[in-house]
């Protein structure tokens, strides 16, 4: 039976990121932290709470309804864009944000985008096998 899987992750404001690019912004003034955050294979995208909010400060996008695990469907903000990074691996996201401390979950679209995998026996999170170098995605 597979437990819960945590995997130390880094989320980095991407608009300061930006912002650096263009020198209106010094690189150590880029939001960003380090948490330990479920991955979540059954939630297709990422989802942060207004905690890591205060501190990521990532723009609001827009609303939308997502369906929960009760089968209620809700209204959430999305935020964002968030550069996720895992090891040697990065992606760029929104985030639906929850109300509080909720736990904050990794996804599969930004795993996908990763090219990571949860390791059945390990019950943890690893760069994939094949490609341990550089993430590989398929285009078709």
């Known amino acids: 039976m ?3 899987v945590y995997a130390e992750i880094e989320l980095v404001n991407l608009g300061d990121m930006e912002m650096v690019r263009r020198h209106y912004m010094d690189k150590d003034e880029v939001k960003r932290m380090r948490l330990n955050m479920l991955v979540d294979s059954g939630s297709y995208l990422m989802a942060i709470n207004e905690t890591i909010q205060e ?4 723009p609001f996008l827009e ?9 209620s ?7 964002g864009p968030v550069m996720v990074k895992f090891s040697n691996r990065t992606a760029l996201c929104s985030a639906i944000l929850l109300k509080g401390d909720a736990e904050p979950l990794l996804g599969v679209i930004p795993m ?13 999170l690893i760069v ?9 995605l398929s285009l078709k």
């Open 73 to 79: 469907i809700e209204e959430y903000d999305v935020v």
């Open 112 to 124: 996908e985008e990763m090219d990571v995998l949860i390791h059945p026996l390990k019950q943890q």
């Open 128 to 136: 994939n096998p094949e490609h341990p170098d550089a993430a590989v």
């Open 63 to 71: 609303k939308r309804k997502m369906r929960l695990a009760n089968n």
């Open 55 to 58: 501190v990521l400060q990532l």
């Open 2 to 4: 597979m437990g819960l």
